[in-house]
């Protein structure tokens, strides 16, 4: 079939759905992921001629990288809309004790009416190869060989939020992002479910040129409901 990594687009022949076909270093069990808004769902994993392989569904639409390329940092109601929809696919994980592994800009599709769904969890469970990992979005612990977490998934999405902003992240949000790239994994936020507006994000307010307001007043888990907010910063 290919090399460990390889992403191919193909159409079952049951369906005639299009689907994505990625080889991995080992065959998944799917039934252990769960079925969530915001994860790509996982359709069936196996083994080829010693080849393991996984198929998940195709999004149509491009992914946060493309999206952060041609546009760079955000409007901060949209920016917090989509950490949001991020921290809620990784909490259904998390939930289940499982980490994703891969957080990245590139491995976050934006489907239709701006639903984000995480794709690539699968790869970082059957795998603990650094290899098979995205350096730049490691935490430091996973950098130095050590297993991923939810954790160290936090840590990327703190980096994936700072990015969402541009790199230019509002004073008001420092403290939170500054908790998620912590050095120390024990010091970070335990998991994403910490992450959602019931948790870190609940009771932090906002300056913004109309005066102070509750964070949670820019995010919404609804992904049609990216409102129009007055800037966090002038």
């Not at 569904?57 to 999206?67: A, N, P, T, V, Y």
């Not at 976050?108 to 969890?121: F, Q, T």
């Not at 350096?135 to 990015?163: F, H, I, K, Q």
């Amino acid at each position: 079939l290919g090399f460990s990594g390889d992403t191919y687009e193909c159409r079952d022949r049951r369906s005639g759905d299009h689907v994505v076909v990625k080889i991995l270093p080992k065959p998944l069990f799917v039934e252990s992921f769960p079925q969530h808004r915001h994860l790509v769902r996982m359709l069936d994993s196996g083994d080829f001629w010693g080849q393991a392989f996984a198929v998940t569904e195709f999004i149509r639409g491009q992914s946060l990288d493309d999206l952060l390329a041609g546009r760079g940092g955000l409007a901060p109601a949209e920016a917090l809309n989509y950490f949001a929809q991020i921290c809620n696919g990784l909490s259904a994980l998390h939930a289940r004790g499982l980490e994703h592994g891969d957080v990245k800009p590139s491995n976050i599709l934006i489907g239709e009416a701006n639903v984000l769904k995480l794709a690539g969890y699968g790869e970082g469970v059957s795998s603990s190869s650094v290899s098979t990992r995205t350096r730049g979005y490691m935490a430091p612990e996973v950098a130095a060989g050590g297993a991923p977490s939810s954790a160290s998934d936090v840590y990327s999405a703190g980096l994936v939020l700072r990015e969402l902003f541009g790199g230019r992240v509002p004073d008001d949000l420092l403290p939170l992002v500054e908790r998620c790239l912590h050095v120390d994994p024990s010091l970070r936020y335990p998991s994403a479910l910490d992450l959602l507006p019931t948790g870190a994000l609940e009771g932090v307010s906002v300056q913004s040129p109309a005066g102070a307001r509750p964070l949670t007043a820019f995010i919404s888990d609804d992904p049609s409901d990216i409102r129009t907010a007055v800037p966090l910063m002038e």
